[in-house]
Protein backbone atom coordinates (compact mmCIF):
# COMPACT_ATOMS: atom_id res chain seq x y z
CA UNK A 1 0.00 0.00 0.00
CA UNK A 2 1.65 3.48 -1.43
CA UNK A 3 2.17 5.57 1.98
CA UNK A 4 2.73 8.95 -0.09
CA UNK A 5 1.43 10.24 -2.99
CA UNK A 6 4.71 10.26 -4.66
CA UNK A 7 4.86 6.46 -3.90
CA UNK A 8 1.36 5.87 -5.38
CA UNK A 9 1.90 7.83 -9.05
CA UNK A 10 5.18 5.55 -8.91
CA UNK A 11 8.04 8.94 -9.06
CA UNK A 12 11.27 9.57 -6.73
CA UNK A 13 13.91 7.39 -6.09
CA UNK A 14 13.94 4.23 -4.41
CA UNK A 15 16.56 3.72 -1.62
CA UNK A 16 16.79 0.22 0.20
CA UNK A 17 19.37 -0.86 2.32
CA UNK A 18 19.78 -4.51 3.07
CA UNK A 19 22.16 -4.53 6.19
CA UNK A 20 18.90 -4.05 8.66
CA UNK A 21 19.92 -0.05 8.42
CA UNK A 22 17.68 2.83 7.50
CA UNK A 23 18.40 3.86 3.28
CA UNK A 24 17.56 7.95 5.27
CA UNK A 25 20.37 9.35 7.37
CA UNK A 26 19.83 11.57 10.15
CA UNK A 27 19.98 15.49 8.44
CA UNK A 28 17.54 13.59 5.09
CA UNK A 29 20.76 12.46 3.03
CA UNK A 30 20.81 8.95 2.29
CA UNK A 31 22.95 6.69 3.72
CA UNK A 32 26.09 5.16 3.07
CA UNK A 33 24.96 1.39 2.60
CA UNK A 34 21.70 2.55 0.97
CA UNK A 35 21.92 1.68 -2.54
CA UNK A 36 19.18 2.60 -5.32
CA UNK A 37 16.54 0.64 -7.00
CA UNK A 38 16.90 -0.26 -10.48
CA UNK A 39 15.98 -3.63 -10.95
CA UNK A 40 14.20 -6.76 -9.29
CA UNK A 41 16.95 -9.18 -7.86
CA UNK A 42 16.94 -12.61 -6.49
CA UNK A 43 17.76 -13.12 -2.52
CA UNK A 44 19.93 -15.92 -1.69
CA UNK A 45 19.59 -15.61 2.22
CA UNK A 46 17.16 -14.75 4.85
CA UNK A 47 17.48 -10.58 4.84
CA UNK A 48 16.14 -7.55 6.08
CA UNK A 49 15.39 -5.07 3.55
CA UNK A 50 14.17 -1.49 4.48
CA UNK A 51 13.32 1.29 1.66
CA UNK A 52 12.34 4.51 1.33
CA UNK A 53 11.14 6.79 -1.78
CA UNK A 54 12.53 10.18 -1.84
CA UNK A 55 11.28 12.72 -4.38
CA UNK A 56 12.55 16.53 -4.18
CA UNK A 57 14.19 16.14 -0.79
CA UNK A 58 11.06 14.73 0.72
CA UNK A 59 11.24 10.79 2.16
CA UNK A 60 8.52 8.85 2.46
CA UNK A 61 7.99 6.32 5.62
CA UNK A 62 10.31 3.44 6.46
CA UNK A 63 9.18 0.16 4.69
CA UNK A 64 10.22 -2.93 5.80
CA UNK A 65 10.57 -6.59 4.30
CA UNK A 66 12.01 -9.95 5.54
CA UNK A 67 11.98 -13.09 3.28
Same mark, same amino acid.
Given at each position: ?? #?TNHEA $? =?? =? $?IY? @??DGADPRMIGGKP? @? @?AKV???SFELDQA $???K? #??NYRN???TLSTLSN
Open positions: KP #R $I =GI =G $IY @TLS @T @TYKA $IQIS #RVEWS
